[in-house]
């Protein structure tokens, strides 16, 4: 099977820009969540969709969005890009989405904002 | 509060060296499921192994091994005769109840030839 996709793989904006970053899950995974890495804050958690809902959110500004096509696919969005938002994104996939289920992860989009 | 503490940040050993790498958690929950993950400099999280809260077996995958004490909350990592391909940084996350990670801050290892 193939992995977790996302696209592309990094990106340069300027502040007040946006953009949109996408995720492709393991085929037949239903479940697909969002992080944000950065070195002083670590791995935080956006968002996770399922089945076209998000389910769970973090604790992130408004700008941040998402959403989830009926393929599973997802794109995530952030508007009015702000230094503070250069950050690798990593997306991740389980099937359901049951909190016991091993979530994989794609190889992440590095964002830089300029 | 559900919080994962790894508090090695640097760690930097020489090839065929035993490594540890630690975990602690802290949850009130009783079901809770622990994970660790590698990231070597390409940037994806591996996935390394899952470990349910009642289940406090010790598991050894070739040269990993981890050590589950549920007593004293924490979820050890070993590495036996490290190399240098082990050279990433690794994380220890928790999930309970909902769909998302408490990643400790992780721990780098350098492993020198």
């Known amino acids: 099977k193939a992995g977790v996709t996302q696209t592309p793989r990094y990106l340069i904006k300027t502040r007040g820009q946006q953009v949109t970053l996408s995720c492709s899950p393991i085929?037949?995974?239903?479940?697909v969540s969002w992080y944000q890495q950065t070195p002083g804050q670590g791995l935080q958690f956006l968002f996770e969709?399922?089945?076209?809902?998000?389910?769970n959110k973090g604790n992130f500004p408004g700008r941040f969005s998402g959403r989830q096509f009926s393929n599973s696919r997802s794109e995530m969005n952030v508007s009015t890009l702000e230094l503070g938002d250069s950050a690798l994104y990593l997306c991740?996939?389980?099937?359901?989405?049951?909190?016991?289920?091993?979530?994989?992860f794609g190889p992440g989009t590095r964002l830089l904002v300029l | 509060a559900q919080k994962v503490t790894q508090a090695q940040t640097e760690i930097s050993v020489v090839e065929k060296e035993d490594v540890t790498l630690d975990c602690v958690y802290e949850?009130?929950?009783?079901?809770?499921?622990l994970f660790w993950y590698k990231q070597p400099p390409s940037g994806e999280l591996v996935f390394l192994i899952r470990?349910?809260?009642?289940?406090?077996q010790n598991e050894i995958s070739g040269r990993y091994s981890w050590n589950f004490q549920k007593s004293t909350s924490s979820f050890n990592f070993t590495i036996t005769a490290s190399q240098v391909v082990d050279s990433a940084v690794y994380f220890c996350?928790?999930?309970?109840?909902?769909?998302?990670?408490?990643f400790g801050s992780g721990t780098k290892l350098n492993v020198k030839p």
């Open positions: 991740a996939s389980s099937p359901k989405g049951d909190y016991q289920e091993t979530q994989y």
């Open positions: 085929s037949g995974h239903r479940s």
């Open positions: 969709y399922f089945s076209e809902t998000q389910r």
């Open positions: 949850t009130r929950d009783t079901t809770y499921y």
């Open positions: 470990r349910n809260s009642f289940d406090e």
């Open positions: 996350a928790l999930k309970y109840n909902f769909n998302k990670f408490y």
